[in-house]
C-alpha cells in the first residue's frame, strides 16, 4: 500500500461559506499550484507530473511554468483552500465540485476544467452479516475521505434515496467516519477496530479484496448505471480568465497525459508505482490499469446523473441545464454527459 501520509486538511479557521467572501490572491501568468488525492484515479495528474507536460505545453505557449505539486486529503480541504486562494486547481469527485460550483455562482463561479477518468468505487466490508446495502446498521462504521459531502458519500446518499426515499437520503451519514484511503483500507483489512465498511477507490479496493474477510456490497457504477466520472479538476473563473496561457498549457498538458496512458497502460503503471513511491507490486497495478472498467479520460461521463440528483434531493440550489453549465468551455470541444 502506498506508504506516503497525507499533508492533512489545510489549518483554516474558515468554514467553506466563510471562505466564499474571501478575495482571491493576484496570481501571474506561468504559475499554478495543483493539489491531488491518493490513488490510480489520480494517474493522469502523475503523467502529467512525471513528464513534466505543462512546463513543455508552456514552452509551446512562450511561457515557463512554475509547477506546485501538492497532496491533500478530502473534498472540504480541497474547497476551502481553492476558495481561500492557496491553490489554484484542485481535484476530487464530481459532487464536491458541484457542491463548490452551486455555492460560488455569481461569485468565483468555479467550474470544472477536465475530468480525470472513470472509474468505480467499490463499498467494502468485512462484516460477514452484511452483504447489501439495506444490511448497514448503526453499529457499523464506513470510512469516506470526506464524510457527508464527498463523492463517496455522496453516491451513496443517491443509493439510500433509491432505497429509503429522498427524505431519509442521509440515513447512512451518522455512521460515515472521515478517513484517507490508505488508512480506511488498513483499517478494513486488519478488522477488530470500529470500521467494519469502506467506500473505497482503485487501487485500494483492489488491494482490500485480496483479503478473504473482504467483500463488495455495491459499486458506484451500479448506482449510476455504468461507467462515470470519479475525479475532477475544478478552478475559479479568475484564475481561467486571467492565465489563458497556463490554463491552456494545464488542459492541453491533461489531454496528451491520457493519450499516453492509452497508448501504452504497462508504462503507466510503472510510472504511477514511481511517482507515488508505491509499494504495491508492479504487476497488481498493471492489472488495475488495463482493467477495462477504467477509463482514462478527460471527457466526463454521466456527471449530470448528479447534477440532476442532487438538485433534487436540496443538496444544490442552481440547476444545471447540462454538463457544460459547469465545465469551462476548453471541455465543450470534447464531448461529454
Not at 65 to 91: P, Y
Not at 135 to 163: C, Y
Not at 185 to 191: E, R, V
Not at 272 to 296: G, P
Request: proline share 5%; glycine share 8%; no cysteine.
Amino acid at each position: 500500500m502506498n506508504k506516503r501520509h497525507p499533508l492533512g486538511r489545510l489549518a483554516s479557521t474558515l468554514g467553506l461559506l466563510g471562505a466564499l467572501s474571501l478575495p482571491l490572491a493576484a496570481h501571474a501568468e506561468g504559475e499554478i499550484s495543483i493539489a491531488q488525492q491518493f490513488g490510480i484515479g489520480y494517474l493522469i495528474l502523475d503523467v502529467v507530473k512525471d513528464q513534466g507536460l505543462i512546463e513543455k505545453h508552456g514552452k509551446e505557449q512562450g511561457v515557463d511554468i512554475k509547477v506546485d505539486w501538492r497532496t491533500i486529503s478530502g473534498a472540504t480541504a480541497m474547497n476551502e483552500a481553492l476558495l481561500a486562494g492557496s491553490l489554484d486547481i484542485v481535484s476530487a469527485g464530481v459532487p464536491p465540485m458541484l457542491t463548490v460550483w452551486d455555492r460560488t455562482k455569481g461569485r468565483q463561479n468555479v467550474k470544472a476544467v477536465a475530468a480525470l477518468g472513470s472509474l468505480p468505487n467499490y463499498l467494502l466490508s468485512n462484516n460477514p452479516d452484511v452483504k447489501t446495502v439495506k444490511d448497514l446498521t448503526d453499529k457499523d462504521r464506513i470510512a469516506v475521505p470526506a464524510a457527508g459531502v464527498g463523492f463517496q458519500s455522496r453516491t451513496l446518499q443517491i443509493e439510500t434515496a433509491k432505497l429509503f426515499g429522498n427524505d431519509d437520503f442521509r440515513r447512512f451519514d451518522k455512521i460515515s467516519v472521515s478517513l484517507p484511503h490508505p488508512d480506511a483500507t488498513a483499517a478494513l483489512m486488519s478488522g477488530g477496530g470500529e470500521i467494519s465498511a469502506h467506500f473505497s477507490s482503485p487501487p485500494f479496493q483492489y488491494q482490500a479484496l485480496e483479503n478473504p474477510k473482504v467483500h463488495k456490497l455495491i459499486s458506484s457504477y451500479d448506482i449510476l448505471g455504468g461507467p462515470a466520472t470519479f475525479n475532477v479538476l475544478y478552478t475559479t473563473e479568475k484564475f481561467h480568465d486571467e492565465n489563458p496561457k497556463t490554463y491552456k498549457a494545464f488542459y492541453d498538458a491533461l489531454t496528451e497525459a491520457a493519450e499516453i496512458i492509452n497508448a501504452d497502460k504497462a508504462k503507466a503503471a510503472e510510472t504511477y508505482i514511481r511517482v507515488e513511491n508505491s509499494k504495491l507490486d508492479a504487476t497488481f497495478v498493471r492489472k488495475i490499469v488495463e482493467d477495462q472498467e477504467n477509463i482514462f479520460t478527460v471527457s466526463p461521463q454521466q456527471t449530470f446523473i448528479y447534477a440532476e440528483k442532487l438538485h433534487e434531493l436540496g443538496v444544490l440550489k442552481n440547476k444545471a441545464e447540462s454538463w457544460k453549465d459547469y465545465f469551462f468551455e476548453e471541455a465543450h470541444a470534447n464531448p461529454g454527459s
